[in-house]
């Protein structure tokens, strides 16, 4: 009996998440903290996207502006994504670009905007863009190229593409690539708003720029 509930615990072990950890961010932050604690909080996201490294990590970011880009390199599981998360929606506000590279993640309810380019950039599965407000970027709100099981749904974006000769978009998908054949719904986008965006398009034969509004 004694090796069998032996058993049992190290199988519920080994299908939980491993070392899954909460990290927290804010404006009083130094990255010199451990970050593990609201009290204790590491200042940029980058830093704490450098440590969210294991299935089931969430990163809480406290409200105010964090002028970086933000690179997401490490993965989750299916079951287990890692998680930056803004718990008040619009309250932390990233002025720089997100870039997504590592699967099995979540990006809830941040205010975005990136005068340089794209506010969040997608080339990976298994991501989640939720209640997000992503605006006044310079060239699409979202932009995902090559990437399965993608989910953009609650998000606004709005005045995106203004300085752009690419006819940027609100949300562009790309070049979608299927990870397997299993059914049902890969590319899920739904309940976002997306208005004026819009983009200046070169004629390229010396004739007058004009603007097209596209919003997905």
Request: overall charge positive.
């Amino acid at each position: 009996l004694r090796r069998l509930l032996w058993s049992a615990a190290l199988l519920l072990a080994l299908s939980s998440p491993l070392c899954a950890a909460d990290y927290f961010v804010a404006i009083t932050g130094s990255d010199n903290n451990n970050g593990l604690t609201a009290a204790r909080p590491f200042r940029n996201i980058a830093r704490a996207a450098l440590l969210a490294t294991a299935p089931g990590d969430t990163v809480t970011v406290a409200a105010g502006t964090y002028t970086e880009t933000v690179s997401l390199l490490r993965s989750g599981a299916p079951t287990a994504p890692i998680t930056f998360t803004s718990p008040t929606r619009g309250a932390a506000k990233i002025v720089g670009q997100v870039r997504i590279l590592g699967s099995n993640l979540t990006l809830s309810g941040f205010d975005i905007t990136n005068r340089n380019g794209s506010g969040v950039i997608i080339s990976s599965d298994r991501v989640r863009i939720l209640k997000n407000d992503i605006h006044d970027c310079s060239g699409h709100g979202i932009s995902a190229f090559s990437f399965d099981y993608l989910t953009i749904e609650g998000n606004r974006l709005f005045r995106n593409g203004q300085q752009n000769f690419s006819q940027a978009s609100g949300i562009s998908l790309y070049q979608p690539v299927a990870l397997d054949q299993a059914p049902g719904f890969h590319i899920i986008v739904r309940g976002n708003e997306s208005f004026e965006n819009d983009s200046v398009v070169n004629t390229r034969a010396g004739g007058t720029n004009f603007r097209v509004g596209i919003g997905i």
